[in-house]
Nanobody, 118 residues
């Protein structure tokens, strides 16, 4: 089992920045990738960003490209999401997700809320 714990959410004004963290514990030796997914009330979860554990390859949803940066610290089993130039439409609960097989997200954190005021 893998446990994921997010931190770093909060309230920020439009144009501001926040950095989310996600620490993984448990059976992390087989991590394939980790990432962030967000959800707003009444909507399905939306992929935000991911990072490969082996080579650091990153991927982003188009709406955050150039504004968000995902990074990892393999030694700490932690990933980060640096969010810059935040917009009100970035308001959501952000979930950390882990993939140990390459087949998709199998582990989820509890979520951290990000609110961007206009």
């Amino acid at each position: 089992q893998v446990q994921l714990v997010e931190s770093g959410g909060g309230l920020v004004q439009a144009g501001g920045s926040l950095t989310l963290s996600c620490a993984a514990s448990g059976r992390t030796s087989r991590t394939y990738a980790m990432g962030w997914v967000r959800q707003t009330p009444g909507k399905v979860r939306e992929f935000v960003a991911s990072i490969s554990w082996s080579d650091g390859h990153t991927d982003y949803v188009d709406s955050v490209k150039g504004r968000f940066i995902i990074s990892r610290d393999n030694a700490k089993n932690t990933i980060y999401l640096q969010m810059n130039s935040l917009k009100p439409e970035d308001t959501a609960v952000y979930y950390c997700a882990g993939d140990q097989t390459g087949a998709g997200w199998g582990y989820w954190g509890q979520g951290t809320k990000v609110t961007v005021s206009s």
